[in-house]
């Protein structure tokens, strides 16, 4: 068998690095003189590299204690939304709240009304769920101007993580529950005293109190040091910076459920809680504000979510609507999770409209714009879920359609 010379050379290289790299009599030591080679020191925690510009979109606003950011979809990877990169909302900007003196107060009509330390919440049995969280307003401004210029302004008050906490029945069934009770208000501690009611039947199916948020600490702006996570439903519900939970028999129609989070219908009527986030998809790549490298292959990808359940298919078109062709699902699909599809596509180097259509396990299908605006006009700012679409030109640049 001949000698492989490449193979030779992997084995002398390492020895001739090292001899090159021994100290001579009259040179300064290790110790004395770091190698040209060495890196930089020990970042600080969270540090990204300096080439790696992924940031939040933070919008210029006059009052940003009741502003939003926006996850930068398209510069993400994966399902899973690194915390520093989750959206926020707030409505009386983030509170500094001191963990060892917050408690969480469950009351009303129980048997034993409780109160919980984080200590003692974090004694009790524990779960980790991936979930996406979506504000209501996501895509609002598309109601009546479709068109958002890249994936952060259309779709990007939505993120993906996972959330670890106790679940909300375990605490219920400690406090004792009285047959009256049928809905929840649940109250955060920032200066408005944001609140929410909810159905009892979904904070007993899959509700919890979450402490931790991708292997740590909810960071202050997801509601450290604890916030409500209630899978599948419209992120206002998912209170932050919870502090009591009152169990009534009736919702107590707040502020964020009357005048907010409703939708009004032409006919002067108003779809009034209507919490479960429909399914809903986008393309991130290609997408607005970017440009494509010339014809050739490139693959379509993009995230899809749905709060009835897990995606079952995506389906992608390239011609603007006409025909559709189905994208590959990266596993694990998960219930109430991103899902992230993928298909391989030959550009011929015109210009060309793509969109994507997601379809959950319950066979609600993504509508368009059109069949949204049928049924439910355009005074609505919440709750749009209409089929994103971006046309590419013949130079390869990409915005909204």
């Not at 492989?4 to 001739?16: D, M």
Request: glycine fraction near 10%; hydrophobic fraction near 35%; aromatic fraction near 8%.
């Amino acid at each position: 068998m001949k000698p492989n010379p490449r193979r030779r050379f992997l084995q002398l290289a390492p020895i001739a690095a090292l001899a090159g790299c021994a100290a001579k009599p009259d040179e300064k030591t290790e110790d004395e003189k770091l190698p040209s080679m060495v890196g930089a020191p020990i970042r600080a925690y969270g540090e990204r590299s300096p080439h790696d510009k992924t940031k939040r979109l933070v919008p210029d606003l006059k009052r940003p204690q009741l502003g939003s950011t926006r996850t930068p979809l398209a510069d993400t990877e994966g399902i899973i939304t690194p915390a520093g990169l989750h959206f926020e909302r707030h409505h009386a900007g983030v509170p500094d709240i001191d963990p060892a003196k917050h408690s969480l107060l469950i009351h009303g009509l129980v048997d034993r009304p409780l109160v919980f330390s984080m200590a003692e919440l974090k004694r009790l049995p524990s779960e980790s769920r991936i979930h996406f969280i979506e504000c209501s307003g996501n895509s609002g401004g598309e109601w009546k101007a479709p068109g958002g210029p890249d994936a952060a302004r259309s779709c990007g008050l939505a993120s993906c993580s996972e959330w670890t906490g106790v679940s909300l029945k375990v605490l219920l069934d400690e406090a004792g529950l009285k047959k009256e009770g049928k809905w929840l208000l649940a109250e955060g501690a920032d200066a408005c005293k944001m609140f929410r009611s909810l159905p009892i039947e979904k904070c007993l199916a899959d509700c919890f109190v979450a402490y931790a948020q991708n292997g740590e600490a909810l960071r202050p702006e997801q509601g450290f040091p604890l916030r409500l996570m209630v899978p599948g439903y419209e992120g206002n519900v998912c209170v932050k910076w919870l502090r009591q939970i009152k169990v009534v028999d009736v919702p107590y129609q707040s502020r964020e459920e009357t005048s907010h989070y409703t939708d009004l219908l032409p006919d002067g009527t108003a779809r009034q809680f209507s919490f479960v986030v429909d399914a809903k998809s986008i393309i991130t790549s290609p997408s607005g504000g970017q440009k494509m490298n010339g014809a050739g292959f490139h693959e379509i990808r993009g995230l899809a979510w749905s709060g009835r359940g897990r995606i079952d298919r995506v389906d992608v078109s390239t011609d603007g609507g006409k025909t559709w062709a189905k994208a590959t699902l990266q596993e694990p699909r998960l219930s109430m999770a991103f899902t992230r599809f993928r298909m391989p596509w030959q550009w011929d180097g015109q210009p060309v409209e793509i969109m994507s259509r997601a379809v959950d396990e319950s066979g609600y299908v993504q509508p368009t714009r059109e069949e949204l605006v049928a049924a439910r006009g355009v005074n609505s700012q919440y709750h749009y879920n209409g089929i994103k679409s971006w046309k590419i030109e013949s130079d390869g640049s990409v915005k909204g359609a």
